[in-house]
């Protein structure tokens, strides 16, 4: 649980101000914390839905199905669900179901938020499998390469002892293993017929043009119609469990009402690239649309390529916008 505030060549400096020495970094952090950039523009952070649900025993087969997508929702990365079987005890399986996928921070633009996505996808699983109650649900964040292949092996423009791990498009068991022997071939300074088609230097918009417009396009757009636009309603308003970007003399702040009447508020810009940050009902967060940061309630950073904490400001409720002063971002 050591934060690696700083990453260069030589080492790593921590959150604390203390080094850590190395010959080699590996920086498998999901969405890389230490390339700010070229590998931002080139994948794209989506959330993805499970569900775990009691299937009688003998009812299906053990098995891993995917579909291939909804492409009437999105015809560059299509929605798709993945399905499989788990043993649960003698009389139940677990069926285990995700998809309802959207990009981060845009659930709303594409008309279903956050929360409804487990609906969604227990109603898909109902349709097609003899599914019981449903005991679990979570969801997580896969990063969705360009042209649908892992990012493994050296930082692109940096040193050569930096190397990246990411992309994962939801097969991070897979794409683990391939680092683990690709990343240490490369650290050994053996050859691996692997490392030219992971480089995370590659790329041709020729062959990946398409989904590169579409989804730096199409999400920078539904980002910028979602932004907050300035109706005008009371903080008193906002709804225990929820979270409202609000105008304050000027700047932005995410605030956060809690169950026990606390409000929480942070800095509403992003600390990767000052995207305003959109709140998240279903996990509690802060999530941020333009690369995928994440940061909880109180705007500790969960998720890259963020690699700091937003400013948390512990005002009492008597003073934090008494007034008209607050926007919802939500209609
Ligand atoms: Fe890049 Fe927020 S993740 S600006």
């Known amino acids: 649980e050591t934060h690696a505030a700083k990453i260069e060549s030589n080492g790593i400096v921590t959150r604390e101000g203390f080094t850590v020495t190395a010959k080699h970094i590996v920086v498998a952090t999901n969405s890389p914390v230490n390339n700010k950039y070229l590998l931002h523009l080139r994948q794209y952070a989506y959330r993805t839905y499970v569900i775990g649900a009691k299937v009688k025993k003998g009812l299906l087969p053990r098995a891993l199905w995917w579909d291939t997508g909804d492409h009437s929702v999105n015809k560059s990365i299509p929605p798709y669900h993945y399905v499989r079987t788990q043993h649960m005890d003698e009389n139940y399986d677990l069926l285990i179901c995700g ?13 279903l938020p956050e929360k409804s996505r487990y609906f969604a996808l227990e109603n898909w699983a109902r349709e097609r499998f003899p599914i019981e ?34 992309g994962d498009s939801g097969n991070g068991m897979t794409y683990g293993s391939f680092a683990g022997m690709l990343v240490s071939d490369l650290v050994n300074g053996k050859k691996n017929k ?13 062959k990946s043009g398409g989904v590169f417009f579409k989804e730096v396009f199409g999400n920078l757009l539904a980002y910028l119609k ?10 008193r308003e906002l709804p225990p469990g929820e979270g409202w970007i609000i105008n304050q003399e000027g700047k932005k702040y995410g605030i956060f009402r809690d169950h026990v009447d606390g409000y929480h508020l942070v800095d509403a810009e992003c600390a990767h ?15 941020c649309p333009c690369h995928g940061s994440r940061y909880s309630w109180k705007g500790h950073v969960m998720n890259g390529p963020a690699n700091r904490d937003l400013h948390y400001h512990n005002f009492p409720a008597s003073e934090l916008v008494p007034s008209e002063e607050a926007v919802p971002h939500h209609d």
Not at 148 to 160: C, T
Not at 194 to 206: A, H
Not at 276 to 282: E, L, M, R, S
């Open 99 to 111: 998809g309802e996928d959207h990009p981060t921070g845009l659930a709303e633009q594409e008309g």
């Open 133 to 166: 109650e449903v005991i679990y649900r979570w969801s997580g964040q896969v990063m969705e390469p360009m042209d649908s292949l892992a990012y493994i092996g050296r930082n692109p423009v940096d040193k050569d002892n930096i190397y990246v791990v990411t």
């Open 226 to 235: 979602s932004r907050p636009k300035g109706d005008e309603h009371n903080v």
């Open 194 to 206: 692997w490392e030219r088609i992971f480089s995370p230097s590659r790329f041709n918009l020729l």
């Open 273 to 287: 690239m000052k995207c305003i940050v959109k709140w998240n009902a279903d996990e509690k967060t802060w999530d």
